[in-house]
């Protein structure tokens, strides 16, 4: 499968915990997106990274929120001192920039976060 | 804030039937694209239309686009029960490096 694969679809953990979610992009796509949908709501953006440097973070992206992608490839996304409030379906997408303003972003299939 | 605002939140219809769905938004935009999301899952990329293309087909899709009045439709004719889905629009933004912003949704039943 060469799409967008988000690992691990669903994660359970307790308030206060640290979570990580991964993000692999298509191959070659130089642009990924994270964004977070909480149920019955449309996604919302969160960050995005250009190659490996992170280019915009939303206010949504408070401090306890880190992402990265070190080499430009996969990203990772992690919440530190989880809260109930953090439970919702996390996205990432990518798409590849040729140099002109339109790009179709391909999304995975989502991290689903559980908070108790 | 979302940018796009879906009409219906939510549509139930007869297989065969057409479905349509609008979407507004509020600044000028690069494009506008639809996405379909499964109950609990992923978005599927449907159409992009440009924000100087006007109207758009693939397949049973149609997407109109009027900037004027700043607002989208989609139209799936010839409805399927594997149509039931959320369809979402989202606008890429001129000032906004590509980001989407998404409206809430149209929740939509094909009953068969």
């Known amino acids: 499968d060469t799409g967008v694969s988000q690992d691990p679809r669903h994660k359970i953990t307790k308030r206060g915990q640290n979570v990580t979610f991964r993000c692999d992009p298509i191959?070659?796509?130089?642009?990924l997106y994270w964004y977070r949908q909480t149920l019955g709501q449309g996604p919302e953006f969160l960050t995005y990274?250009?190659?490996?440097?992170?280019?915009?973070k939303s206010r949504l992206l408070s401090d306890r929120f880190s992402a990265e992608r070190p080499k430009g490839s996969f990203s990772t996304l992690e919440i530190q001192r989880t809260e109930q409030g953090d439970s919702a379906m996390y996205l990432c997408?990518?798409?590849?920039?040729?140099?002109?303003?339109?790009?179709?972003?391909?999304f995975g299939p989502g991290t689903r976060l559980t908070v108790l | 804030s979302q940018q796009g605002e879906e009409d219906p939140q939510a549509l139930s219809i007869q297989e065969g039937e057409n479905a349509t769905m609008n979407c507004s938004y509020k600044?000028?935009?690069?494009?506008l694209q639809w996405y379909r999301q499964n109950s609990g899952r992923g978005l599927v990329h449907l159409i992009l239309?440009?924000?100087?293309?006007r109207e758009k087909h693939s397949g049973r899709l149609r997407v109109t686009l009027d900037t004027s009045k700043k607002s989208s439709s989609l139209l799936i004719t010839a409805s399927r029960a594997a149509d039931t889905a959320s369809y979402f629009c989202?606008?890429?933004?001129?000032?906004?490096?590509?980001?989407?912003?998404f409206g809430g949704g149209t929740r939509v039943l094909v009953k068969p």
């Open positions: 989202a606008t890429d933004l001129k000032a906004a490096g590509n980001k989407l912003t």
């Open positions: 239309i440009r924000s100087n293309e």
């Open positions: 990274f250009q190659n490996e440097a992170q280019l915009e």
């Open positions: 191959s070659e796509h130089n642009r």
């Open positions: 997408a990518s798409s590849l920039l040729r140099g002109g303003p339109t790009d179709t972003q391909y």
């Open positions: 600044t000028s935009i690069n494009n």
